[in-house]
């Protein structure tokens, strides 16, 4: 059985910083991302990574305040985030897939059940 299990979330005064963490289980993935979603917007991609950090992609609105990585060895992807704002708050979902990095939510097999951010002014 294939499952990917967020950890991390919580509550954060902004400007803050949290580390999202993700372990799959059952499969490993070429390509590991994360999307998140804030109540009554469709989801966003966050960042995707491939298999040993060759590749990264950031979505605009995170670029220079996130980070992507994987620890390959424990099947693991982790999001670092800082410098959060009200505006990150959102329920943050891990996503993995095998081919290429991707940025579409719809090209990704398997989802985590999510993890609630939230970004207090």
């Known amino acids: 059985q294939v499952q990917l299990v967020e950890s991390g979330g919580g509550l954060v005064q902004a400007g803050g910083s949290l580390r999202l963490s993700c372990a799959a289980s059952?499969?490993?993935?070429?390509?590991m991302g994360w999307f998140r979603q804030a109540p009554g917007k469709e989801r966003e991609f966050v960042a995707a990574?491939?298999?040993?950090?060759?590749?990264?992609l950031y979505g605009d609105s995170v670029k220079g305040r996130f980070t992507i990585s994987r620890d390959d060895a424990k099947n693991t992807v982790y999001l670092q985030m800082n410098s959060l704002k009200p505006e990150d708050t959102a329920v943050y979902y891990c996503a993995g897939r095998n081919g290429a990095i991707a940025t579409i939510q719809g090209n990704y097999d398997y989802w985590g059940q999510g993890t609630q951010v939230t970004v207090s002014s």
């Open positions: 059952g499969r490993t993935f070429s390509i």
């Open positions: 990574i491939s298999w040993r950090g060759t590749r990264i």
